[in-house]
């Protein structure tokens, strides 16, 4: 039996294994490495991240996917069905991981039978809940007839009555426990009074916990304590053809989770984990939006977007944050954003990468709405933190770096390029981004271009103009907004008054050992 993947639209079973293990090149760059460390924080045993590192390779597999997300969104039932699921299946993990812990071999066997029978109750729960609820996704609706299918197959019902067999013979165990003194003698049952009560006491007199006092608790998870270990292995002698049944059963079915359900599990958690993320995130942010998206578009069109990491710092406080609007069709392709530092341009950069990637990755995005079209790659050069290299280091590296992505990408390539060239003179900026901008729209593919070189807007007619724009009344007090509109030469003045030490900071901290200077010097006047 097979069971239709719930991620990828192509029905071979190979498909949902062709995931890449390797974070892209540019995920710490946009901060993706952040989002996703959140998004499967809690779930790290299903190793979900390739998911969230390979993209889609058309506009039907995202929105086969989309459709998945919508439906879970859609309809509570579903969506409570999927959590189901998913907690039964950790609690067989579970089962599991104690039976490989537990040295006495008869309760390991009894982990491993609570495991498989909780495995069976797992899905035939998931068969029936689907068999109620209304689906408008392929992937969920074939899910759901293929389920169906393995729910009645041999090898299934064989583990299920196999199971339930084994459960009911140990539940007629019967036998009499004597206990005198510190002696334990275990017999064929007696009919007599219930001591339950008095035999748990009993016991727990004779296991004292760590700190000395009694309790009926295990010493320690999945494990008994060496009276309840030396009663068991009686029993079993006592009834050695239920053990011996116990013991072939686990032979029998040691590998019981079935392949197509490990791998349902693991998808259904990547649906869960990123709603769950989308519901801790969207009230600062404002929302999420599933993208219209085309093989062939190369418009850009995002109302009210955000930068994810940022909403992550922000969900633990509560504040909302800022958000833009970043708009590029027609002839245009490239986004170049100038304006004060500290005032969201590089946010906008790292936004503008996030929702091609995220777009590709079939989830919703953050944002009111998003038209978009599908890139084959992302390259990103964002200024590297200051080291012992010289300004000419520094701008060798860079240069370096921009050859080798301008040498590769095509039309298809989306560039998010964050103050590049910061490192050299004003008059190197201008002539080296000029070099930069006709060979991007040379190539016509998308790009962000955060930059303190003004002429780099008025490069063509493929140009988009954004500023990040401060507060009318005081220049010092950033908004955070980044608007479309012609550059206003701020950038420049803030690049020349830092390169002489005529910044707001620089003149502050001047003004100020002056002044003190001069206090100092009239105390010794007086």
């Known amino acids: ?70 439906d879970l969104e859609r309809s509570a039932e579903l969506h409570e069905a999927a959590g189901e699921f998913a ?25 491993f039978l609570e495991a498989a029978r909780g495995y069976v109750d797992a899905v035939q729960r998931l068969d029936r809940r689907l068999a109620q609820v209304v689906m408008l996704s392929e ?59 008095e035999v748990t006491a009993a016991l727990a007199r ?13 010493t320690r998870i999945g494990t008994m304590n060496p009276v309840e270990e030396t009663i068991l292995g009686l029993v079993a002698e006592l009834e050695p053809a239920v053990f011996a049944e116990l013991q072939s059963f686990c032979d029998r079915h040691r590998q019981f989770v079935q392949p197509q359900v490990d791998l349902l599990e693991r998808e259904i958690q990547f649906y869960l984990s990123y709603l769950d993320f989308v519901a801790r995130t969207a009230p600062v942010g404002g929302g999420y939006t599933y993208p ?100 000419h280091g520094r701008l060798e590296e860079e240069l370096v770096r921009l050859h080798e992505i301008l040498e590769t990408a095509t039309s298809r390539t989306v560039m998010v390029l964050n103050e590049s060239l910061a490192s050299t003179s004003l008059r190197d900026a201008r002539l080296l981004g000029a070099a930069i901008m006709r060979r991007m729209i040379a190539l016509d593919l998308r790009a962000v271009y955060v930059t303190f070189v003004d002429e780099l807007t008025q490069a063509g007619p493929t140009v988009v103009s954004m500023v990040a724009e401060a507060d009318a009344d005081d220049p010092r007090i950033r908004t955070f907004k980044v608007v479309r509109r012609p550059a206003d030469g701020v950038a420049h003045a803030e690049v020349l008054a830092k390169l002489h030490g005529l910044d707001y900071p620089a003149l502050r901290s001047r003004i100020g050992r002056r002044a003190e200077r001069s206090a100092a010097s009239s105390r010794r006047t007086e």
């Open 1 to 70: 039996m097979t069971l239709r993947s719930i991620m990828f639209r192509d029905p071979d079973p190979d498909a949902a294994s062709t995931v890449d293990d390797t974070a892209p090149a540019y995920f710490a760059d946009l901060n993706l490495d952040q989002v996703v460390s959140a998004v499967v924080a809690g779930r790290e045993r299903y190793a979900l991240e390739p998911y969230f590192y390979t993209p889609l390779p058309t506009a039907a597999d995202v929105e086969f996917r989309h459709a998945v997300f919508q």
């Open 87 to 111: 907690v039964r299946m950790r609690a067989v993990r579970d089962g599991l991981e104690r039976a490989e812990q537990t040295r006495d071999r008869h309760e390991r066997n009894g982990w």
């Open 139 to 197: 992937g969920l609706r074939d899910l759901r007839d293929e389920l169906s299918d393995l729910a009645f197959a041999t090898e299934f019902t064989e583990l299920e009555a196999s199971a339930g067999a084994v459960a009911d013979a140990l539940t007629g165990v019967r036998y009499t426990v004597h206990i005198k003194g510190s002696h334990v003698r275990v017999s064929a049952y007696e009919d007599s009074d219930d001591y339950e009560q």
């Open 206 to 218: 004779l296991s004292p916990d760590d700190d000395g006092e009694p309790s009926t608790r295990r």
């Open 292 to 391: 219209q998206v085309s093989d062939d578009t190369v418009m850009v069109r995002a109302r009210d977007t955000y930068d994810l990491s940022l909403a992550i710092l922000s969900s633990g406080s509560g504040s909302p944050i800022v958000t833009n609007d970043i708009v590029a069709e027609g002839p245009e392709r490239i986004v170049v954003v100038t304006g004060p530092n500290q005032g969201g341009k590089t946010t906008l950069a790292r936004t503008f990468g996030q929702l091609f990637h995220l777009t590709a990755i079939g989830v919703p995005v953050p944002g009111r709405s998003l038209t978009i079209g599908l890139c084959d790659t992302i390259a990103t050069h964002f200024a590297r933190e200051e080291s012992g290299a010289d300004a």
